[in-house]
DNA sequence: GGTTGACCTACACTAAGTGTAGCATAGTAA
DNA sequence: TTACTATGCTACACTTAGTGTAGGTCAACC
């Protein structure tokens, strides 16, 4: 059982976040110790390892409580899944053209600087 | 002279943006019709282009701000500038690395939700 | 005279947390 | 024993970059 700093160290969440993502339903509330404080499985870290892994393709907490759902609802919603996860992938892709592009305005913003351009 | 939604249509912002960029002095406040309706000159639709330009390289609003400021001191601060920028940039190239790498994650996912793994 | 449409201000709300205040508890050091 | 430090708890305020809403003004059209 790990406490909620440790729990917060061997993911890479804040503290404050797993808390946060607790109130938010994306977690069950976590069982306590005769202290009050927050008691974690490993099977719970496994579970913030998996929220690490999608929030940081960008999904949203919401989506993130949907997707969860799903999986707790079972093999039945796989389809769904694959295609959340599809999705995400399409808007990476995208983001990542969007920032190619910007990437291409600075370069000129820059270049009208070397030339001499004063704003 | 143009309105607060005229520029808003020019500029590509919502009229609430250009209204939060004033409150937040990115702009001077704006000129003001009879009708206490605000009026923008040519200048001041481009310096509206030239903050969307910023921002949508993900520039803060507190940094466009910082840079308008050294844009209105003159020349002086163009070295300054051109760090800025370049600084900018390789935010940019840093953010699309990133989103490179969490592209592969989700691939991960879909590869295991395709042969049979259900979470 | 009534009703759009565009504008105004001021305030509330959003996401995804972070930061702070005020408290409890446990372990360690003098 | 007392003091200090670390860690945890709750609840609330704050952040960013706006968006949305309520309530009001004004000119133009039918």
Redesign the pocket.
């Known amino acids: 059982m790990y ?4 729990a917060a160290q061997k993911v890479g969440f ?4 797993i ?2 993502y607790e109130r938010k339903g994306l977690l069950e509330p976590a069982a306590r110790s ?5 008691l974690y499985t490993d099977s719970e870290i496994n579970w913030l390892v998996f929220i690490k892994c999608l ?1 940081e393709t960008g999904m ?3 989506d993130i409580k949907q997707f969860a759902n799903m999986v707790m609802a079972g093999t039945a919603t796989l389809p769904e899944r694959i295609k959340i996860i599809q999705d995400q992938k399409q808007k990476l892709l995208d983001d990542i053209e969007e920032k190619k592009s910007q990437l291409v305005h600075l370069e000129r913003k820059l270049q009208r600087y070397y030339n001499g351009e004063n704003y």
């Open positions: 406490t909620i700093g440790q804040s503290i404050g976040a808390r946060f005769e202290q009050n404080n927050r929030r949203s907490v919401e």
